[in-house]
């Protein structure tokens, strides 16, 4: 008789389980760090063109990429933050896409109204990152600076809210000269 070995819960007789596909963070982590140089290459207007680099990137690369490494580490890793990290920032990647390309048609009213909204989106996503910066202190130092850099990134969402706002909403803790 076989011998019976559990993987997860679920009872297996045979052989162990082998993971059949290669470790999908270096393809979430490079779809992410791809997408976010070319926005950023766009939004410094370093390259001119540069929205029609960075949407198709945050569409395919960014988001579809990220998306299917985040099923992957569910799947065959059984790694719950990267999981959770790249099916949601692939998604991130997804919906602004969205929004950007489609803005005419979902953000109406005044352009404050659309700052206003994207400010708010991107504050929902900062508070999403603060408490996946909080789990990275239990993984590696890797995380940690990602995940810093990452936080950092999304504040910049408190200088868009505060504006349109004409008061502080968002604290940004500014340190005094």
């Known amino acids: 008789m076989a011998e019976r070995e559990y993987v997860g819960e679920t009872a297996r007789i045979g052989a162990p389980e082998v993971n059949q596909v290669a470790d999908p963070a270096p393809l979430g982590l490079g779809a992410f760090a791809f997408t976010t140089f070319m926005l950023s290459l766009s939004n410094a ?12 990137a945050a569409l395919w690369f960014g988001g579809i990429a990220q998306i299917l490494a985040g099923m992957w580490e569910f799947r065959n890793n059984r790694n719950t933050f990267g999981a959770t990290a790249f099916t949601s920032y692939g998604a991130f990647w997804l919906t602004l896409y969205w ?5 005419a048609k979902l953000l ?28 990275t202190f239990r993984l590696n130092g890797a995380l940690i600076a990602i995940f810093t850099a990452l936080l950092a990134t999304f504040v910049a969402a408190a200088i868009v809210i505060n504006h ?11 340190i005094a000269s």
């Not at 207007?45 to 198709?56: D, R």
């Not at 929004?99 to 803005?103: K, N, R």
């Not at 900062?126 to 996946?132: E, K, Q, S, V």
Request: aromatic share 16%; hydrophobic share 50%; proline share 7%.
């Open 99 to 103: 929004l950007e390309t489609s803005s």
């Open 45 to 56: 207007n370093v390259i001119k063109a540069g929205a029609a680099i960075a949407f198709p």
């Open 164 to 174: 349109t706002f004409k008061r502080t909403v968002v604290p940004v803790w500014p």
């Open 108 to 135: 109406t009213g005044a352009p404050s109204d659309q700052r206003v909204a994207i400010g708010a989106y991107l504050l929902g996503w900062t508070i999403f990152t603060f408490y996946m910066w909080i789990a």
